[in-house]
């Protein structure tokens, strides 16, 4: 328990809050049942769509971030690889396998691609210059 605390930085939290947002305000704004013109319907939305993406971004970054981080390899195409996968598997249990069409496939692996960049960046950015980094980018 000890070495999880010294991998989730104050860097990997802020990242892991900041990656739900962006795709949470594509949703909202894509969404038929809030409409920018109401502006509590909307804020309302992203509320539930932020925090709906926070547990999916809990459960599959966290794990993600544990598995990678030892070995040195949180680069922007791992965040953009897992959090694609994370989005494509995530449209699968939402959806269904029977009701799927590739547009709706295509849209969460988007947008968990997006979530794992957002991640990257926001944790890139609040690293520690003197500390040691996990890694480095190329």
Known sequence: MVEVRKMLTRAAVIGLAAAPLPPALILTSISPISTPLHSHTFFGWLVVFYLSLLMLNLVVGIPAFLILAPRKLIRWWSAFSIGAIGGFVSAIVLMGPANLACIYLLL???????????????????????KHRLADAP
Not at 108 to 128: H, M, Q
């Open 108 to 130: 969460y692996a988007a947008l968990g691609a997006l979530s794992g960049l957002t991640f990257w960046s926001a944790w890139k950015a609040n690293e520690s210059p003197g």
